[in-house]
C-alpha cells in the first residue's frame, strides 16, 4: 500500500495532478446540481404563481 | 422522413430527454471511472522511461481529448444557432463552455505536473502548450461575452462567432506536435499506423476517456435543464412541472 502510495518517488506529481482533476472536475459538476436545483425550484415556482394569478 | 429531427428543436422535449438521459449517463460515468482507475492506477504496470510518473496520462490525455471535443460541440453548436437560429442549440453551445473549460485547465495542470518531472519545467511556449492555453482563453472569453453586451440576444451572437472562429485552434493543437518541433510528445494512439502503447496502459487509458465522455455528457445534460428552464419560465409548461422533482 505504502509504495502505491509513494508512486515510486513521484507522489506529489501523481497524487497532485489527480486532485487537481478532482477538485475542478467535480466542482463542475457539483456547482451544475446546485445552480440546477436552485433554478429549478425558483423557475417552477414562479410560473405556478404566474398561472394561479391569471 | 427526417421530421423527428424537428423535435430536437424543442425545449420541452428537449428538457424531459436530458433529464431522462442525466442519471445514466451519470451511473456508467462512475463504473467507468472506478475500473478505468484501478486499471490504470493498480494493474497497469510502469512505464521503463518514466516510471510511475506516466500515470497522470489517464488523467492528462483524457481531459485533453475532451477540452477540444467539448469546443467541438460548442462551435457545431453556435453554427447551427448562426445559421438556423434554433435556439436549443445556443443552449448545448452555453452549457458547453464551463465544462470544456474544465476540463482544459485540467490538462494543462497535470501536463504541468508531468513536465516538470520528465522535462525539468512546468511550462514552455512550445506549440501545443500554448494552443491548448489559448483554448482555455477561448473558453473564458465566451463565458465573459455571454454576460457582456446588453441583450441575451446580442451577447448569443457574439459569443457565437467567437465559438465558431476560434475552431482553428483545434487542429492546430492536434497537429501542433507534427507541424511543429516541440519538446510534446508526438500521437502514441490516434496514428495511421496504430497505437504504439501496450494493450494493458492502452486499455485503462480508453476506459478513461469513455469515463469523460460520460461525464462531460451527464454534466451537459444537467446544465441543458438549468438554461432550457431560465430561458422558458414563462412557458406555460414550466407550470406543469414538480419542483421538488424538476418533472
Same mark, same amino acid.
Given at each position: 500500500?505504502?509504495?502505491?502510495?509513494?508512486?515510486?518517488?513521484?507522489?506529489?506529481?501523481?497524487?497532485?495532478?489527480?486532485?487537481?482533476?478532482?477538485?475542478?472536475?467535480?466542482?463542475?459538476?457539483?456547482?451544475?446540481?446546485?445552480?440546477?436545483?436552485?433554478?429549478?425550484?425558483?423557475?417552477?415556482?414562479?410560473?405556478?404563481?404566474?398561472?394561479?394569478?391569471? | /422522413?427526417?421530421?423527428?429531427?424537428?423535435?430536437?428543436?424543442?425545449?420541452?422535449?428537449?428538457?424531459?430527454?436530458?433529464?431522462?438521459?442525466?442519471?445514466?449517463?451519470?451511473?456508467?460515468?462512475?463504473?467507468?471511472?472506478?475500473?478505468?482507475?484501478?486499471?490504470?492506477?493498480?494493474?497497469?504496470?510502469?512505464?521503463?522511461?518514466?516510471?510511475?510518473?506516466?500515470?497522470?496520462?489517464?488523467?492528462?490525455?483524457?481531459?485533453?481529448? /475532451?477540452?477540444?471535443?467539448?469546443?467541438?460541440?460548442?462551435?457545431?453548436?453556435?453554427?447551427?444557432?448562426?445559421?438556423?437560429?434554433?435556439?436549443?442549440?445556443?443552449?448545448?453551445?452555453?452549457?458547453?463552455?464551463?465544462?470544456?473549460?474544465?476540463?482544459?485547465?485540467?490538462?494543462?495542470?497535470?501536463?504541468?505536473?508531468?513536465?516538470?518531472?520528465?522535462?525539468?519545467?512546468?511550462?514552455?511556449?512550445?506549440?501545443?502548450?500554448?494552443?491548448?492555453?489559448?483554448?482555455?482563453?477561448?473558453?473564458?472569453?465566451?463565458?465573459?461575452?455571454?454576460?457582456?453586451?446588453?441583450?441575451?440576444?446580442?451577447?448569443?451572437?457574439?459569443?457565437?462567432?467567437?465559438?465558431?472562429?476560434?475552431?482553428?485552434?483545434?487542429?492546430?493543437?492536434?497537429?501542433?506536435?507534427?507541424?511543429?518541433?516541440?519538446?510534446?510528445?508526438?500521437?502514441?494512439?490516434?496514428? /495511421?499506423?496504430?497505437?504504439?502503447?501496450?494493450?494493458?496502459?492502452?486499455?485503462?487509458?480508453?476506459?478513461?476517456?469513455?469515463?469523460?465522455?460520460?461525464?462531460?455528457?451527464?454534466?451537459?445534460?444537467?446544465?441543458?435543464?438549468?438554461?432550457?428552464?431560465?430561458?422558458?419560465?414563462?412557458?406555460?409548461?414550466?407550470?406543469?412541472?414538480?419542483?421538488?422533482?424538476?418533472?
Amino acid at each position: 500500500m505504502l509504495e502505491f502510495l509513494k508512486m515510486g518517488g513521484y507522489a506529489f506529481y501523481v497524487w497532485t495532478s489527480y486532485s487537481f482533476a478532482l477538485i475542478l472536475l467535480g466542482g463542475v459538476v457539483l456547482w451544475s446540481a446546485s445552480q440546477s436545483r436552485k433554478v429549478r425550484v425558483s423557475a417552477i415556482r414562479r410560473a405556478q404563481q404566474r398561472r394561479r394569478k391569471s | /422522413m427526417f421530421q423527428w429531427i424537428h423535435r430536437f428543436g424543442s425545449a420541452p422535449f428537449m428538457y424531459r430527454l436530458a433529464g431522462r438521459l442525466a442519471p445514466w449517463l451519470g451511473g456508467l460515468c462512475v463504473l467507468t471511472l472506478l475500473l478505468g482507475l484501478y486499471l490504470g492506477l493498480v494493474v497497469a504496470p510502469a512505464d521503463y522511461e518514466q516510471g510511475e510518473s506516466y500515470r497522470i496520462i489517464y488523467i492528462h490525455v483524457p481531459a485533453a481529448w /475532451m477540452s477540444m471535443f467539448a469546443y467541438m460541440v460548442m462551435a457545431i453548436s453556435s453554427a447551427v444557432f448562426l445559421v438556423w437560429r434554433l435556439k436549443i442549440a445556443d443552449v448545448v453551445a452555453e452549457a458547453s463552455a464551463p465544462i470544456g473549460a474544465a476540463f482544459t485547465a485540467v490538462a494543462l495542470i497535470t501536463g504541468s505536473f508531468w513536465g516538470k518531472p520528465m522535462w525539468g519545467t512546468w511550462w514552455i511556449w512550445d506549440a501545443r502548450l500554448t494552443s491548448e492555453l489559448l483554448l482555455l482563453f477561448l473558453y473564458l472569453g465566451y463565458m465573459a461575452l455571454r454576460g457582456a453586451l446588453d441583450t441575451p440576444q446580442g451577447s448569443a451572437r457574439a459569443a457565437a462567432i467567437l465559438a465558431v472562429v476560434g475552431v482553428v485552434n483545434i487542429p492546430i493543437i492536434h497537429f501542433s506536435v507534427e507541424w511543429w518541433n516541440t519538446l510534446h510528445q508526438p500521437a502514441t494512439i490516434t496514428r /495511421m499506423d496504430g497505437p504504439t502503447m501496450h494493450i494493458s496502459m492502452l486499455r485503462p487509458l480508453l476506459l478513461m476517456v469513455l469515463a469523460f465522455q460520460l461525464l462531460y455528457f451527464h454534466n451537459l445534460m444537467i446544465r441543458v435543464r438549468t438554461l432550457i428552464l431560465q430561458r422558458e419560465s414563462r412557458a406555460s409548461w414550466v407550470a406543469e412541472l414538480n419542483p421538488d422533482t424538476g418533472h
